[in-house]
């Protein structure tokens, strides 16, 4: 181009958006996290961005730490001190981390977190179980197609997703009131461990477990702690074990206690989360458009005067732990690509019972609903077949949990269990 006087000037090299397999030229969108962090990333749109946090976010937990064991330099620890503590209670020993963090629920961490658990030396890890940072992830980041598995690769995560079903299930007959979140993390752990598995959530990206749980207001991934469960509480377990060199992804929301199911606000999050999961699936075979996953998504959830949580996507899953495509579970969403035979990957939809907005705990993990209402989420691992699709990690005749009607109303408005419904009609 040329200025006014005449004089020519250099053409600006024009800028990759950083969305995920996004092939636009970029805009002047920068991340604001990233400017912090003297890094530059532009994008074509604020939906490209919102699209792509899920995956683009990992660049900020893995640049916070230095390279000398992960520990801040003294002139960050000068800009950014530690975060205040409560004191540990005298007796139990056990404290809120973030006593000054402004919650927006009822769901507090209690502290502190139990060592990290081993892992034997005989079990395959993935890249990323040393050092918390999944190299092969980001270099396939930038790249837009998608794995199609051979039918040997095909076999290997029917196996794996075979696997995660058993521990998801093992852990969930353990729920009850009065144990811990940490309890269930061990017996997950455990579980992996007899399985020749590794559990893939531990030290990716530097969670510091082996299992994801999420109660209540927690969208998703809450870390296991030593806060002990309640009846009336509902809870996320979101379960993924490596095996064989693949990964193999689920979840599902629980009732805890006798309290729980006879709650209708929460029965309606929870099986509205569970509706939205089979609503999605049903779409799911080959040329089916990945955008189209999310419009049925949030119809249903309207439909029940539920919203869908935005910020969180599926996504692609093989040798991969998250991997393309992308797979929004909110309407007019621009997911690129087509299902094709071969691919595999997860349709995992969080839904509130409030807001869709998310706020997320001074962790760097937990994500919250931004007006503390409850949320609810299932997940399958799916593979695209010629004819359909496969459901990987699908439920067993004897899994725990499984639909749960309305609580029925009595005569006189109090709500009656399955075992009182007569009573209640005679009244």
Same mark, same amino acid.
């Given at each position: 181009?040329?200025?006014?006087?005449?004089?020519?000037?250099?053409?600006?090299?024009?800028r990759q958006c950083s969305g995920v397999d996004?092939?636009?030229?970029?805009?002047?969108?920068?991340?604001?996290?990233?400017?912090?962090?003297?890094?530059?990333?532009?994008?074509?749109?604020?939906?490209?961005?919102?699209?792509?946090?899920?995956?683009?976010?990992?660049?900020?937990?893995?640049? %916070?730490?230095?390279?000398?064991?992960? =520990?801040?330099?003294?002139?960050?620890?000068?800009?950014?001190?530690?975060?205040?503590?409560?004191?540990?209670?005298?007796?139990?020993?056990?404290?809120?981390?973030?006593? =000054?963090?402004?919650? /927006?629920?009822?769901?507090?961490?209690?502290?502190?977190?139990? *060592? @990290?658990? &081993?892992?034997?030396?005989?079990?395959?890890?993935?890249?990323?179980?040393?050092?918390?940072?999944?190299?092969?992830?980001?270099?396939?980041?930038? @790249?837009?197609?998608?794995?199609?598995?051979?039918?040997?690769?095909?076999?290997?995560?029917?196996?794996?997703?075979?696997?995660?079903?058993?521990?998801?299930?093992?852990?969930?007959? &353990?729920?009850?009131? +009065?144990? $811990? $979140?940490?309890?269930?993390?061990?017996?997950?752990?455990n579980a992996c461990i007899e399985r020749n598995?590794?559990?893939?959530?531990?030290?990716?990206?530097?969670?510091?477990?082996?299992?994801? $749980?999420?109660?209540?207001?927690?969208?998703?991934?809450?870390?296991?702690?030593? @806060?002990?469960?309640?009846?009336?509480?509902?809870?996320?377990?979101?379960? /993924?074990?490596?095996?064989?060199?693949?990964?193999?992804?689920?979840?599902? =929301?629980?009732?805890?206690?006798?309290?729980?199911?006879?709650?209708?606000?929460?029965?309606?999050?929870?099986?509205?989360?569970?509706?939205?999961?089979?609503?999605?699936?049903?779409?799911?075979?080959?040329?089916?458009?990945?955008?189209?996953?999310?419009?049925?998504?949030?119809? !249903?959830?309207?439909?029940?005067?539920?919203?869908?949580?935005?910020?969180?996507?599926?996504?692609?899953?093989?040798?991969?732990?998250?991997?393309?495509?992308?797979?929004? !579970?909110?309407?007019?969403?621009?997911?690129?690509?087509?299902?094709?035979?071969?691919?595999?990957?997860?349709?995992?939809?969080?839904?509130?019972?409030?807001?869709?907005?998310?706020?997320?705990?001074?962790?760097?993990?937990?994500?919250?609903?931004?007006?503390?209402? @409850?949320?609810?989420?299932?997940?399958? %691992?799916?593979?695209? $077949?010629?004819?359909?699709?496969?459901?990987?990690?699908?439920?067993?005749?004897?899994? *725990?949990? +499984?639909?749960?009607?309305? *609580?029925?109303?009595?005569?006189?408005?109090?709500?009656?269990?399955?075992?009182?419904?007569?009573?209640?009609?005679k009244g």
């Amino acid at each position: 181009m040329q200025g006014d006087n005449n004089v020519a000037m250099e053409e600006k090299p024009k800028r990759q958006c950083s969305g995920v397999d996004c092939p636009n030229e970029a805009g002047t969108l920068q991340c604001p996290n990233c400017l912090k962090l003297s890094k530059e990333s532009f994008f074509c749109s604020q939906d490209c961005f919102k699209r792509s946090w899920s995956v683009h976010k990992l660049l900020h937990k893995s640049n %916070t730490s230095s390279t000398n064991g992960g =520990t801040l330099s003294d002139s960050l620890r000068a800009l950014f001190p530690p975060k205040v503590v409560s004191e540990p209670d005298p007796t139990t020993g056990l404290y809120n981390p973030f006593p =000054t963090f402004a919650f /927006t629920g009822t769901t507090r961490p209690v502290y502190p977190l139990s *060592p @990290r658990r &081993a892992v034997p030396k005989s079990i395959k890890l993935p890249d990323y179980a040393v050092d918390g940072i999944p190299i092969s992830e980001r270099k396939f980041i930038r @790249r837009n197609d998608i794995t199609i598995l051979n039918k040997t690769e095909q076999e290997a995560m029917r196996k794996v997703c075979r696997l995660a079903r058993e521990v998801l299930d093992l852990a969930a007959a &353990a729920i009850k009131p +009065g144990i $811990t $979140t940490d309890y269930l993390d061990e017996l997950v752990h455990n579980a992996c461990i007899e399985r020749n598995s590794y559990p893939s959530p531990l030290n990716y990206v530097h969670f510091p477990k082996s299992l994801c $749980t999420s109660p209540n207001e927690v969208i998703c991934h809450g870390i296991p702690d030593q @806060r002990i469960l309640l009846d009336g509480d509902i809870l996320n377990l979101d379960v /993924t074990l490596y095996h064989g060199g693949f990964h193999g992804d689920i979840n599902e =929301t629980y009732y805890v206690g006798e309290k729980a199911p006879l709650d209708a606000s929460s029965v309606r999050v929870v099986e509205t989360a569970r509706e939205c999961l089979d609503e999605g699936i049903k779409l799911v075979k080959p040329g089916m458009a990945f955008r189209d996953i999310g419009n049925a998504i949030e119809k !249903h959830a309207k439909s029940k005067g539920c919203n869908v949580v935005k910020t969180y996507v599926g996504h692609g899953i093989n040798q991969l732990f998250h991997t393309t495509p992308n797979i929004p !579970h909110y309407a007019k969403n621009k997911a690129v690509g087509t299902a094709k035979p071969g691919m595999c990957f997860t349709i995992e939809p969080m839904i509130s019972l409030g807001s869709y907005r998310d706020k997320t705990w001074p962790d760097d993990w937990t994500s919250a609903t931004e007006d503390g209402s @409850r949320t609810a989420q299932f997940e399958h %691992t799916l593979m695209v $077949t010629e004819n359909g699709v496969e459901v990987l990690t699908a439920r067993l005749a004897g899994s *725990p949990g +499984g639909p749960v009607p309305m *609580p029925l109303r009595a005569s006189n408005g109090a709500i009656a269990s399955n075992g009182d419904v007569a009573e209640a009609k005679k009244g």
